[in-house]
């Protein structure tokens, strides 16, 4: 994580004053999950009686927590969305959905969700599939670890993720893949910005 706690960190107060809204990690994570989802077009399909149904959009549920519990809205058309559209969709949907105005369309028809137990502590955890969807990603806290960076063992921010899928629709192979393809852009956040 720590690539992109720092680029978040140095372009936070431009970010913040030119959109109006905090750079998050949920946005970051949501444009990985695009590059990753355009590789592995199979994560961001479904299943429809007995066919399988490729989608060329991307529209990511994302789990939000209100006062009576989780909701899980949808924002729509992801990868056509910059990190501030995704951030001013999420910062909407929260305060939508704790003021009680998040509605039944506002939840139906996402091809993918992503879900944070991080921000209640969690080190690690298999989310359930948010049917028909085919797979979720769960974000877990973000935890100082001991790594190895250039022969050294260091201590680094370090986030566990975990992806579960359908194995009907989708084998180990693509499953890591697109896992693989989410660390390389937050390892890496210019595959995310250039859309590498």
């Not at 913040?16 to 695009?34: I, Q």
């Not at 355009?38 to 060329?56: F, L």
């Not at 899928?165 to 660390?183: N, P, S, T």
Request: overall charge neutral; glycine content about 8%.
């Amino acid at each position: 994580m720590s690539a992109i706690m720092d680029a978040r960190k140095n372009m936070q107060e431009a970010f913040t004053k030119k959109h109006g809204v905090k750079l998050g990690f949920m946005s970051a994570f949501m444009k990985a999950s695009v590059q990753a989802l355009k590789e592995q077009p199979v994560v961001n399909a479904a299943i429809d009686g007995n066919e399988m149904v490729y989608r060329d959009f991307i529209d990511i549920s994302t789990a939000v927590s209100t006062p009576t519990g989780l909701v899980v809205p949808v924002i729509r058309n992801c990868q056509d969305m910059g990190f501030h559209h995704l951030e001013q969709a999420l910062a909407d949907l929260a305060k939508r959905a704790r003021d009680g105005k998040i509605t039944l369309e506002d939840m139906t028809g996402g091809t993918f969700t992503i879900t944070n137990g991080g921000v209640f502590g969690s080190m690690m955890g298999t989310p359930i599939i948010n049917l028909p969807q085919s797979a979720i990603l769960g974000m877990h806290a973000t935890k100082v670890r001991p790594v190895v960076v250039g022969g050294q063992i260091l201590a680094r921010p370090v986030m566990y993720v975990a992806l579960t899928y359908d194995h009907r629709i989708i084998d180990g192979r693509e499953a890591v893949l697109f896992l693989r393809k989410i660390k390389e852009c937050i390892e890496e956040p210019n595959t995310i910005l250039f859309d590498l």
